[in-house]
Nanobody
Framework: QVQLVESGGGLVQAGGSLSLSCAAS????????MGWFRQAPGKEREFLAA????????RYADSVKGRFTISRDNAKNTVYLQMNSLKPEDTAVYYC?????????????????????WGQGTQVTVSS
C-alpha cells in the first residue's frame, strides 16, 4: 500500500503561482512512479504531468506544458507540482497518484488506469 497526502492548494489570482506537494509513504519511494491529475466541476479527471521513479523523465499535458513543472525528491518521499501563470480554467481539485514501477527507471505513466493509489485531493482556485 502507498499512502499519499497532498498539500499546497489554495486561492490565487490569475497569473499567480502555487506549489503543490504530495508526500508518499508505505513503499520505497524510488520504486514509485508518480503523476498529477485534476478534476474541475462537471468535468472528467484529466492528466496533467507524470514523472518516472528516478525523476529522469517527465511528461506534460498540452494544457499545462510550459506553465507547470513536476519534480520529485526521493530523499523526502515527495513529488511536487509547481504551477505558474495560473488561469481561471486551472481551477479544480488536484490529485497526486502513484504506482509501483520495478522496470525502467525512466518510464512514466499518463493514464488514470495506470495508477493504483490516489491522494485525497487539494483544491486550487484561480480568480480572474
Amino acid at each position: 500500500q502507498v499512502q499519499l497526502v497532498e498539500s499546497g492548494g489554495g486561492l490565487v489570482q490569475a497569473g499567480g503561482s502555487l506549489s503543490l506537494s504530495c508526500a508518499a509513504s508505505g513503499r520505497t519511494f524510488s520504486f514509485i512512479a508518480m503523476g498529477w491529475f485534476r478534476q474541475a466541476p462537471g468535468k472528467e479527471r484529466e492528466f496533467l504531468a507524470a514523472i518516472s521513479r528516478s525523476g529522469s523523465s517527465t511528461r506534460y499535458a498540452d494544457s499545462v506544458k510550459g506553465r507547470f513543472t513536476i519534480s520529485r525528491d526521493n530523499a523526502k518521499n515527495t513529488v511536487y507540482l509547481q504551477m505558474n501563470s495560473l488561469k481561471p480554467e486551472d481551477t479544480a481539485v488536484y490529485y497526486c497518484a502513484a504506482r509501483t514501477s520495478y522496470y525502467s527507471a525512466s518510464y512514466y505513466y499518463t493514464a488514470q488506469n495506470d495508477y493504483s493509489y490516489w491522494g485525497q485531493g487539494t483544491q486550487v482556485t484561480v480568480s480572474s
